[in-house]
């Protein structure tokens, strides 16, 4: 049994967020495991805009890889708890993730936002257009927009992430705010699972649940860098952790 539970009941308001850790025991490598390091390149070389523009084809060789792993790795137990916590709490659960690899979606979590987009998605480097669904792998060619070469630009394609110093989807962002203001009139439970706590603004998440009265729990493997602002730490793997946390009392017990 985990050394903290996290107790639910019919007035909580879940909001969970994820990092790379929830994805390593399904053979998903962490950013900051290799010592932020992707084959000697460091993290700001293939995810930063201006990487990209430096070096496309390394940047797609990098995605391109990536692609192919997540697209081998199955959801484990960590993404399957958390499945099953939204069958039970409805719309008083919100899964935020700053993965990728499509994991908790191929798990079944549909009340999910991915803060930090898709590797299974591209948009345009230039104009406005939505993301596409986009699973194929970048080698020789660079792929470019069409929508701005039938108006005679040239732009690349890129995936459909969000790079530091970029802004986060705004509507994203409200969805968030908005849940938390409504956990604030209930009671309010912030979890965040297998994230180091150093990319922001997901760092600070923990910050805005205890300002709006919540009660905060990290389950990581190591202390992460933001440790000292939660109320609770359980240290361990996600995947061995999460089916073990959660202890229902009321309606929510039944479900
Ligand atoms: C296990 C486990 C197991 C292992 N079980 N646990 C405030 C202060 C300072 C700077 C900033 C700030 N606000 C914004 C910034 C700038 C910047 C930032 O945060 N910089 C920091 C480095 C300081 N943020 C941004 O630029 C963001 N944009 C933004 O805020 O715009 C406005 C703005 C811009 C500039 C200045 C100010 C404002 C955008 C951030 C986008 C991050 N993008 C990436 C790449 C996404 C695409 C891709 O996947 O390739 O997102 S970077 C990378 O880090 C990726 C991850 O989602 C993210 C977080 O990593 P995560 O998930 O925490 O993974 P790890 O590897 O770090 O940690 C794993 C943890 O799991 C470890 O602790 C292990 O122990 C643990 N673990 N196995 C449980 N089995």
Redesign the pocket.
């Known amino acids: 049994m985990p050394a903290a539970r996290v107790r639910l009941d019919d007035e909580t308001f879940l909001l969970v967020l994820?990092?790379?850790?929830?994805s390593?025991?399904s053979g998903v490598p962490?950013?900051?495991?290799g010592g932020g390091l992707w084959e000697n390149h460091p993290?700001e070389q293939?995810?930063t805009p201006q990487g990209f523009e430096a070096d496309p084809r390394l940047v797609w060789r990098?995605?391109s890889e990536?692609r192919a792993q997540a697209a081998q790795c199955e959801p484990n137990p960590?993404h399957v708890a958390l499945q099953a916590l939204e069958e039970r709490l409805g719309e008083r659960l919100l899964l935020v993730t700053?993965?990728?690899d499509g994991l908790h979606r191929r798990a079944g979590s549909r009340r999910l936002i991915e803060i930090?987009?898709s590797?299974f998605a591209t948009r345009c480097a230039r104009c406005q257009r939505a993301p596409f669904a986009d699973d194929s792998q970048v080698t020789a060619t660079l792929p470019e927009c069409e929508l701005c070469a039938a108006s005679g630009r040239r732009a690349l394609l890129r995936?459909a992430?969000?790079?530091?110093?970029?802004?986060?989807d705004p509507e994203h962002l409200r969805a968030i705010e908005s849940f938390i203001a409504r956990g604030r009139r209930r009671r309010l439970v912030f979890l965040a699972?297998?994230?180091?706590?150093?990319?922001?603004?997901?760092?600070?998440l923990v910050d805005n649940a205890r300002a709006a009265g919540g009660e905060t729990f990290l389950?990581?493997?190591?202390p992460?860098d933001n440790l000292h602002r939660f109320h609770h730490f359980v240290q361990?793997?996600?995947?061995h952790?999460l089916p073990t946390l959660f202890e229902f009392s009321g309606p929510t017990q039944r479900a």
Do not use: I, K
């Not at 994820?18 to 929830?22: D, F, K």
């Not at 962490?30 to 495991?33: A, I, P, V």
């Not at 706590?197 to 600070?204: D, T």
């Open positions: 994820t990092g790379a850790g929830v390593a025991e962490t950013f900051r495991s993290l293939v995810a990098f995605y990536r960590g700053q993965n990728v930090h987009g590797l995936p992430v969000v790079w530091f110093g970029e802004l986060l699972v297998g994230t180091s706590g150093a990319v922001y603004p997901a760092a600070g389950v990581n493997a190591d992460a361990g793997q996600s995947g952790v």
